[in-house]
């Protein structure tokens, strides 16, 4: 069973970065995409970032796309999402998940997820 963990999370002011770490314990198939999600209180899980592991190709949400870059370390199955000019409204708990295949922006289609971390942006 692979385990996600989430890290990098924290309080900042507007227009500040921070970089987010999900550290997968064992390659979680052997075709499969990492994307970040977001949420905040009451709300459904937001797709902000996914990388399709094979090619390497990454997909963002409009409300991220030029902000936030996802990358990542093969030797240590390790994915980053990267988040520059913070705004109020990125404050959510970040996600860390993986599925089988292509990329897909909705949650349910994702089976494995990490407990999150906190990312609250002040103005």
């Known amino acids: 069973q692979v385990q996600l963990v989430e890290s990098g999370g924290g309080l900042v002011q507007a227009g500040d970065s921070l970089r987010l770490s999900c550290a997968a314990s064992?390659?979680?198939?052997?075709?499969?995409?990492m994307a970040w999600f977001r949420q905040l209180p009451g709300t459904e899980r937001e797709f902000a970032a996914a990388?399709?592991?094979?090619?390497?190709?990454?997909f963002y949400s409009d409300r991220v796309k030029g902000r936030f870059t996802i990358s990542r370390d093969n030797s240590s199955n390790t994915v980053f999402l990267q988040m520059d000019n913070l705004e109020p409204e990125d404050t959510a708990v970040y996600y860390c998940?993986?599925?089988?295949?292509?990329?897909?922006?909705?949650?349910?289609?994702?089976?494995?997820w990490g407990r999150g971390t906190q990312v609250t942006v002040s103005s």
């Open positions: 998940a993986t599925r089988s295949g292509y990329y897909s922006i909705l949650p349910n289609l994702y089976n494995t």
């Open positions: 064992g390659r979680p198939f052997s075709d499969f995409t």
């Open positions: 990388m399709y592991w094979g090619s390497g190709n990454t």
